[in-house]
């Protein structure tokens, strides 16, 4: 018994060291990329040289600062529409047999392999047509499309790690479908809920090349104006807004994690 | 869940009249990002002395451009476009005719420029020549002396030490100049082909904006690169680079930009009077000296350059600019052609 | 009768909204471009309909886009098996081997990249990767003396690029198919004396198949399609097929061969699929 405690902790060193070099990865671009908005040159030259002049540039660049807003009030709309209408079709799959499921779930992967270069053409072309026209709204409709197989393959994949027996006990002790949904199902899926909304708002916020197409002119989101900036000329501007997005939004999901027990304590 | 509709309906009516702004008094800009139009500066005058506002939008391909108009009518009023694809929108009904008459200042442009006849469709106007540039092959002067031929692309001292832009019109063309043909009807294509794929080992990296082609040359990526000339002097004159820019023997890419009004502009008379604006000596002597530009069309405001700037001292020299050919309009399938050579060069690049 | 009708229309509420959603942004876009793909000519000039099969017979004579498209499959698994090799232990150790506030904590880091632009995460790559840049003055402090490390504008750079872009969709599935299992299962296995690698093979490997599959299509499926971070980061190394794809919309207007490639390269992502599920299936069941 002692050997195997003594391995688990060998095992759990090795663990942890593992783990923080993963974080160390995925942290070497985003600490770099704020490092990179303190620092002099505009051509990102080291070495560091500290200075703070491209938050003063920003603070009067107006266009970039509307295109955050724009780009956190769509991501937000988009991911309470699209948790919601792929929460519920993902509970569908995983609860019932249908005829048809298959292929509805098979036409979930158009919209995540066609590049979406081509699905933001066919889209702009389309809404031209019917009169939807171009703008945030027509925004809203391509982020949500384009959210939802993530929702629904995220929440099933909860889902499909709890079979449905809970559910079927509910409704042997006599709860409505519509309780045992909400009062059952939901709670077992909000993990997974929780999780795709993450995706939901990461696909919108970062989603440029439908917005790209979409956005009407004056009015752009923050993608569109970044990948404008690259050929203009990619100031430490750019690095600065994304900096104070990070951590705006980092205090805001903290806030949200603690109210919500997401990363879960089961 | 009833506050989550709640919210959701509050911030959906937000997003929606957020779509929605007001065309009156508004100029609204199609163009290139950061290519003259959207200078802060240019912008204050403007509206001081008009009291219409300046709104831009951007794209990043000469497709774009057209799918934007086609797709948005009554959306633009004044729009950016190359001479080789004014007539395509004319064509096609995007841009309309412009009454010479209404912009002061279009007698002081170049006649050779202003009266192209690429700016026109069935012999009517539809572009107003704004400026013109190169394109050809720029260095680092610290590292390199650069001859007068193309070959130099070619030459085995620069191997791996190349920038190309990634676009096939352009790399078609220099091919087609190195290989002595009609840049703009090349016709022994095997021949480009294989002057392509001998460029193999000399290629470091493709570059796509001006700003990448300032970080490459600064982090000495390339020795040797196909350039803009107006990029070249902005990149000498404004970040104080060692750049230098030549013209082989064998000719360079020459292009033409001109300013259009897009059809059913809501602001007819604002897009007019910016079109007048930006062709002014005004304007272009600030961005040149300021900022750096491309040689403008507009003989009155070259004249007013001091006398050793690039764009009054090389560009302005007829000599030197005699051999230029000026990109042609091309047709479809000629595009579709060179687009297919130059991306299985680059599969072969890959390999 | 009547529970067949009501679970209908449970069905259909459940699934309706989402498909109507989806039909009117993504599908009839799509049909659309579908029918251009078998035309002579996009939507726009002066054109008549007329159908032809050349744009996809392009693929199968052209062996340049052949090759492209082998380079884009050959990223796509690159990348999905380096996010596996690394996701996997990782939501492994985060969602057995760390407790409480720690876990959350950690967690929450793991997913907090996706909120920083992926154009500019991107861009921070070629500073990290380009010579002189930290990558090299990094392993020059700790090795000094040793040939300048350049790896930008290679298919090493594409791949780190594009691992770093989607790890956390890995990390973040397999976190929700590892935290369903019970304890007390791998407790009981344990207690009957089975060993660390058959518990991994007979019980978390296989309960863990769910999310390890619905990460490895969110990242094997738009890896094949990506054109951006190829561009960005593999310079001469950065041709595939997205970019292919996406220089027939921004380059020329061949919408037609455009069209016709990404339905090929849908129709190569959904084989390889249906190649793979019953696999996956199998080892659900048997599980």
Same mark, same amino acid.
């Given at each position: 018994m002692n050997t195997h405690r003594l391995l688990c902790r060998i095992g759990d060193?090795?663990?942890?060291?593992?783990?923080?070099?993963?974080?160390?990865?995925?942290?070497?671009?985003?600490?770099?990329? +704020?490092?990179? @908005?303190? #620092?002099? @040159?505009?051509?990102?030259?080291?070495?560091?040289?500290? @200075?703070?002049?491209?938050?003063?540039?920003? +603070?009067? #660049?107006?266009?970039?600062?509307? +295109?955050?807003? #724009? @780009?956190?009030?769509l991501a937000l709309v988009n991911t309470v529409i699209a948790t919601i209408l792929g929460t519920m079709a993902a509970f569908a799959f995983a609860r019932y047999r249908f005829r048809g499921r298959t292929i509805l779930q098979l036409l979930l992967f158009p919209p995540i392999t066609i590049p979406w270069l081509i699905i933001g053409v066919s889209m702009l072309v389309l809404f031209f047509w019917t009169g939807v026209g171009r703008g945030l709204h027509a925004m809203l409709l391509g982020h949500v499309a384009l959210s939802l197989p993530y929702v629904i393959i995220v929440v099933g994949a909860r889902l499909a790690s709890f079979g449905p027996e809970l559910e079927e006990a509910a409704a042997s002790l006599g709860a409505t479908p519509l309780q045992s949904f909400l009062r059952v199902s939901v709670p077992v899926m909000l993990p997974g809920m929780v999780a795709a909304s993450l995706f939901a708002f990461a696909v919108s916020f970062d989603q440029f090349v439908i917005s790209y197409f979409l956005a009407a002119p004056g009015i752009s989101v923050l993608p569109v104006e970044i990948f404008s900036a690259i050929r203009k000329g990619f100031t430490p501007e750019v690095n600065a807004i994304s900096t104070i997005m990070i951590v705006v939004s980092m205090s805001v999901f903290l806030i949200f994690a603690r109210i919500s027990k997401f990363g879960g304590e089961r | 869940m009833r506050k989550i509709g709640l919210l959701t309906t509050a911030a959906l009516a937000l997003v929606l009249t957020a779509g929605q702004a007001s065309a009156d008094g508004e100029v609204r800009v199609l163009n290139w990002q950061g290519y003259g139009t959207d200078e802060a500066w240019a912008i204050e005058a403007f509206e001081a002395a008009t009291g219409y506002e300046v709104v831009h939008d951007y794209f990043n391909s000469e497709q774009e451009m057209l799918t934007k108009l086609r797709t948005s009518p009554g959306a633009y009023d004044v729009v950016l476009i190359n001479s080789a694809f004014t007539g395509q929108a004319a064509e096609e009904g995007l841009i309309q005719l412009i009454d010479p008459q209404v912009i002061s200042n279009f007698g002081d442009l170049s006649p050779g420029l202003r009266d192209a006849v690429e700016f026109t469709y069935e012999g009517d106007l539809y572009g107003v020549a704004w400026t013109w540039g190169l394109t050809s092959i720029a260095y680092d002067m610290t590292e390199v002396e650069p001859g007068n031929t193309i070959e130099i692309l070619w030459d085995p001292q620069y191997a791996g030490r190349v920038g190309l832009r990634d676009d096939s019109v352009e790399n078609v063309s220099f091919a087609a100049l190195a290989t002595g043909q009609d840049m703009n009807n090349p016709h022994d294509l095997d021949a480009i082909r294989e002057k392509l794929r001998a460029l193999k080992p000399q290629i470091r990296t493709y570059w796509a904006s001006e700003d990448e082609w300032n970080k490459e040359f600064t982090a000495d990526s390339f020795d040797v690169s196909t350039y803009w000339s107006g990029s070249a002097s902005r990149s000498a004159k404004a970040f104080d680079m060692p750049v230098g820019f030549m013209i082989p023997k064998e000719g360079a890419i020459a292009w033409l930009d001109g300013l259009s009004v897009a059809t059913d502009a809501p602001n007819l008379d604002g897009a007019q009077k910016f079109i007048d604006y930006m062709v002014s000596p005004e304007h272009y002597v600030r961005w040149d000296t300021e900022v750096g530009a491309p040689a403008s069309a507009n003989n009155e405001a070259i004249n007013q350059l001091p006398e050793d700037f690039f764009n009054r001292a090389v560009m302005g020299d007829p000599e030197a600019t005699a051999n230029l050919q000026f990109m042609a309009p091309l047709t479809d399938e000629q595009r579709e052609t060179f687009l297919e050579i130059w991306t299985e060069t680059k599969a072969y690049f890959a390999e | 009768m009547r529970v067949e009708t009501r679970r209908r229309w449970a069905i259909t509420g459940l699934t309706g909204p989402a498909y109507l959603w989806l039909t009117v942004t993504i599908f009839l876009p799509l049909s659309a471009m579908l029918y251009f793909s078998f035309q002579k000519k996009g939507p726009f000039g002066k054109h008549t309909s007329e159908f032809t099969l050349k744009h996809y017979e392009a693929f199968f004579t052209k062996d340049y886009l052949q090759a492209l498209t082998w380079r884009s499959l050959e990223m796509g698994f690159h990348t999905t098996a380096l996010c596996l090799i690394i996701g996997f232990p990782a939501a492994y150790i985060l969602a057995k081997r760390i407790k409480g506030r720690w876990r959350e904590a950690l967690f929450l880091l793991v997913v907090l990249p996706f909120w920083s632009n992926a154009l500019v995460r991107i861009f921070s790559w070629t500073i990290v990767l380009r010579p002189d840049g930290f990558l090299d003055r990094a392993v020059h402090l700790v090795l000094p003396g040793i040939p300048p490390i350049d790896l930008t504008d290679s298919y090493a750079a594409i791949i780190i690029g594009l691992t770093h872009s989607y790890l956390p969709y890995m990390i973040l599935t397999c976190y929700l198919s590892l935290q369903a299992i019970d304890d007390s299962l791998i407790e009981a296995a344990r207690s009957m004396g089975a060993r660390a690698h058959t518990i991994l093979w007979r019980i978390i490997l296989p309960l863990s198949i769910p999310g390890l599959a619905a990460g490895t299509v969110l990242i094997f499926v738009p890896v094949i399609g990506s054109f951006f971070e190829p561009k960005l980061l593999g310079g001469t190394q950065g041709a595939m097929i997205g970019t292919v794809i996406e220089e027939q919309f921004t380059v020329v207007s061949n919408w037609p061969l455009g069209g016709a490639l990404s339905f090929i390269l849908l129709a190569i992502i959904l084989l390889i699929l249906g190649v793979s599920s019953p696999f996956l299936k199998q080892h659900m069941r048997t599980s």
């Open positions: 060193g090795f663990g942890k060291v593992f783990l923080f070099l993963v974080l160390f990865f995925l942290y070497v671009p985003i600490v770099v990329l +704020a490092l990179m @908005s303190f #620092n002099e @040159s505009m051509h990102y030259q080291l070495p560091f040289e500290f @200075s703070t002049r491209w938050y003063v540039d920003l +603070a009067s #660049n107006e266009r970039l600062l509307t +295109a955050s807003f #724009n @780009s956190v009030m | - | -």
